[in-house]
């Protein structure tokens, strides 16, 4: 196995790719609270100690836990390296270092997703309240990523009936109920979970609805309402060597009045109905051997995001939809109990289509991609570890011709990808680490509501990322500090014109991290800065050009710090999110800098003595009532004259109560 230097140098990555650690165990779940320390999930990870991880960041227990009444903007809150802006969830868009999640390959319980959807609405509005763990690979990611991994990718872990159930349970379940003051927001959830004889079967589902919300000025943000419904169904059977077979069914919908372009503020442009719904289906098998050269697994799926416009201002109506079907077939060949070779095949079939009054009917493009790939991580010596992979794909793209010609465009490139991470520890207390990448894109599907263009393919090609970062860690006693310096680069990035499709855009992002963490026996404590500049066409951009590409961020801080007081039976802290005003050095008329922001956040949770399975937790978000639009939020950089940005809820009180049974 991996070192404990190794463990712990590589655990917690706080920023885009910190690996830090910190406080000590007895602050973990043992006392029911459960820890800011990223460690903890980092080590129920089978690769974890693995170099291609040394970059990971791992989502905390308690910011899941915390973000489960809440949005991703929450549940990435602690991270400065991962930005969410939009306001409300249909508009949230998640950016890693200032690059679209769009170019990163997403998977939610093993599934891959398809980002694309309409661009004024997120295609990754997942429900928090679903999650068991979640990590980020920025950058560089390894070849078992899947397909389209340009600028790393996003893994996600829908909860078990293990994690409602105690040992020795058969049933059991976890309720919540919250109430938010800003919107008047009122939601509940409720999770049940049984096993018996190797069987296992969960469900959940969760309601929210309210009023909308006021910016930290008292203006109120049109279409801003809550109207979420979700549901998880589990079915799982394990046997008595640990293989596990498992069908997951989730859905998501989102049904409300939004302004006609959600991710902004009011406009001229009135409003519209969204009725939105998200569709994941997964069948997984592993084998349960941790030794060996046998140890299969496989991952067959769905996804699907719908996004409809009933009528609009304009009296037209459009209803799209973006599938994904995926097939992973893998084995993970045990040469030791620190080096593994990790080998397989994958195959996706992407569809992208609206149907619309304007556009005369249904009309679409999609894509199948065939990959195979393998990778190394090994442990050469006792200070050194190494990643290294390949894989090659091959695509097959049909385009469509808008002109009804009968006709449509056909391209079937391919390429190959590589990558390599290594992690050298210099002392017990200095770590080194450095990763590299040259990814294989393809061609990406476009907008579903952008085509109603005639498109024109003959400039279109293939994208390709690099990616490369460089950093340090260390720590000693309680403290861990941490740094890296990034880059990604895509070229041939697929852009939109009056013209229809073009390629040949280029794009970039590049700069460092820093993150420091200290705990001690009954708190912990972690501040995080991300620094991305973000470059179109070798050239500084705004954002109307970066879409789908990235975003101008800038530099964001996070500062997070929570308290255990045992004799009150109370758990208590807060966090800081903040913004630089940042040039990104584009100089017209209507942009402007983006300004900067200082939002302060508290929390306490108490625990009843007389009530061992209920906790109340009372918050305060945005306590000095700031008014201010998010660094991810889109159109930031633009006069107030040019576009209205959508802004943070204000000053918001809301209580949330858990009950475990």
Not at 151 to 177: K, N, P
Not at 226 to 232: F, K, P, R
Not at 606 to 624: C, E, H, Q
Request: with cysteine; charged share 20%; aromatic share 10%.
């Amino acid at each position: 196995m991996a070192r404990t230097s190794n463990i712990r140098l590589s655990g917690l990555l706080c920023s885009t790719a910190l690996t830090l650690i910190s406080a000590p165990a007895a602050f973990a779940e043992d006392d029911g609270v459960l820890s800011l320390d990223p460690i903890i999930v980092k080590q129920r990870d089978p690769a974890g100690n693995a170099a291609d991880r040394a970059t990971s960041i791992y989502v905390a227990d308690a910011e899941i836990e915390r973000a489960a009444m809440g949005d991703l903007k929450d549940l990435f809150a602690g991270i400065a390296s991962v930005s969410v802006g939009g306001g409300i969830p249909i508009a949230q868009k998640i950016f890693v270092n200032g690059v679209d999640m769009l170019n990163l390959a997403v998977q939610v319980d093993g599934v891959s997703q398809n980002n694309r959807t309409f661009h004024h609405v997120s295609a990754n509005a997942f429900d928090p309240g679903l999650m068991k763990s979640v990590r980020v690979d920025p950058g560089v990611a390894p070849a078992d990523a899947g397909p389209r991994a340009l600028a790393g990718r996003v893994v996600m872990e829908t909860i078990d009936a293990e994690d409602i159930l105690q040992d020795g349970e058969t049933f059991g379940g976890r309720s919540r109920l919250s109430y938010s003051s800003n919107g008047s927001t009122a939601q509940g959830s409720l999770t049940l979970a049984g096993r018996s004889g190797g069987f296992e079967i969960l469900g959940y589902a969760k309601r929210a609805t309210g009023d909308n919300y006021k910016d930290g000025d008292g203006n109120e943000v049109t279409g801003s309402a809550a109207n979420l419904t979700a549901g998880l169904l589990k079915f799982a059977y394990e046997g008595d060597q640990g293989d596990r077979i498992e069908l997951s069914l989730q859905e998501a919908q989102d049904n409300e009045i939004r302004n006609f372009q959600p991710n902004f503020g009011s406009s001229t442009r009135g409003f519209a109905p969204y009725f939105t719904r998200r569709r994941i289906a997964s069948l997984r098998y592993e084998s349960g051997n941790e030794t060996g050269l046998w140890d299969p697994s496989a991952t067959f799926g769905f996804s699907e995001i719908n996004v409809d416009r009933p009528s609009d201002p304009f009296g037209d109506s459009t209803s799209t939809s973006s599938n994904t079907y995926a097939l992973t077939l893998q084995n993970d060949f045990h040469l030791s109990d620190s080096n593994t070779i990790t080998a397989g095949v994958d195959y996706q079939i992407r569809e992208s289509a609206v149907n619309a009054t304007w556009v005369n009917g249904l009309t679409g493009e999609e894509s199948t991609n065939l990959g195979v790939f393998a990778q190394a991580r090994l442990e050469p010596s006792s200070r050194l570890s190494v990643s290294a992979g390949l894989r090659y794909d091959w695509q097959d793209f049909t385009g469509q011709d808008f002109a009804q010609t009968g006709t449509s465009f056909t391209a079937s490139p391919s390429g190959a990808s590589g990558n390599l991470s290594l992690v050298y520890d210099v002392t017990d207390a200095l770590s080194l680490r450095a990763g590299y990448s040259n990814v294989f894109g393809g061609i990406d599907l476009e907008d579903n509501f952008l085509f109603y263009q005639a498109w024109d393919y003959s400039a279109l090609q293939s994208s390709r990322a690099k990616n490369i970062i460089v950093g340090a860690d260390w720590q000693r006693g309680n403290w861990t500090l941490g740094g890296e310096l990034f880059k990604t680069g895509i070229d041939n990035v697929r852009g939109v014109s009056g013209a229809g499709a073009v390629a040949g855009n280029d794009f970039e992002s590049k700069g460092f991290n820093l993150a420091a963490t200290y705990g001690w026996d009954s708190g912990f404590a972690r501040f995080t800065m991300n620094s991305s500049d973000v470059e179109f066409n070798d050239a500084p951009a705004e954002s109307f050009f970066l879409v789908d590409s990235g975003t101008p961020i800038g530099k964001v801080l996070a500062f997070e710090v929570q308290q255990e007081i045992p004799a009150m039976n109370l758990l208590v802290g807060g966090s800081v999110e903040a913004a630089l005003s940042n040039d990104n050095g584009v100089y017209e008329t209507y942009t402007q800098k983006q300004e900067s922001y200082q939002v302060l956040n508290l929390f306490a949770e108490y625990s009843p003595p007389s009530l061992g399975n209920v906790t109340i937790r009372a918050a305060i978000d945005n306590v000095f009532d700031t008014q201010y639009a998010d660094r991810a939020t889109y159109g930031t950089e633009y006069s107030a004259s040019t576009i209205n940005t959508i802004k943070e809820p204000g000053r918001n009180i809301s209580v949330v109560a858990t009950l475990k049974f």
